[in-house]
């Protein structure tokens, strides 16, 4: 990214149709951060068979809150699938809170946990693990070479929309249709 390219942090990246990397494929990727640097994402449509409850007993945190255990986890990106990543709002700042935007955060520390688990936290949230990371450039000529499509972000996508609505929700929020996409670039 050079300086005069517009930073993506807080847009989607919508993997277009032809996109075949089976992390990636048919996903939604809310930008986090976006810099000369590289770009950080959480991969917010691909549920995994964990549940918000696994997590909390694997952590050793006291649900008071039953329902709450019944939340998915998602499949967030490759990299670090160890970890956890919490997209919430409001964007309330915890012990280690990236703000988004002025309603959205990502937060990886435990305390929001302890909160979620007291029933004391963010009022609508996603838990991913892992996370989706390109390196200097990387994610440029991605976009360059038709592998993305990028939309402004929209938390109702995020947290109003079924997992497997969210590919074309997202893609609905710059008026296309992506069943109707090649896979072809045109780029000449």
Partial sequence: MNQETESLANHFLIAMPGLADPHFAKTVTLLCQHNADGALGIIINRPSELRLGDVMRQMEIEMKVAE???????FGGPVHPERGFILHEP??????????????????????????????????????????????????????????????????????????????????????????????????
């Fill in 68 to 74: 709450v255990g019944e939340l998915p986890v998602f």
């Fill in 91 to 188: 964007a309330t700042v915890w012990a280690s809170t990236l703000v988004v935007s002025d309603r959205l955060a990502l937060t990886t520390s435990r305390d929001i946990l302890e909160a979620v688990g007291r029933g004391e936290g963010p009022s609508r949230m996603l838990l991913a693990l892992g996370y989706a990371g390109w390196g200097q450039g990387q994610l440029e000529r991605e976009i360059i070479d038709n592998s993305w499509l990028n939309a402004p972000s929209d938390n109702a996508v995020i947290f109003e929309h079924p997992p497997g609505r969210r590919w074309k929700a997202a893609a609905d929020l710059v008026g296309v249709d992506i069943s109707l996409l090649t896979s072809q670039a045109g780029h000449g």
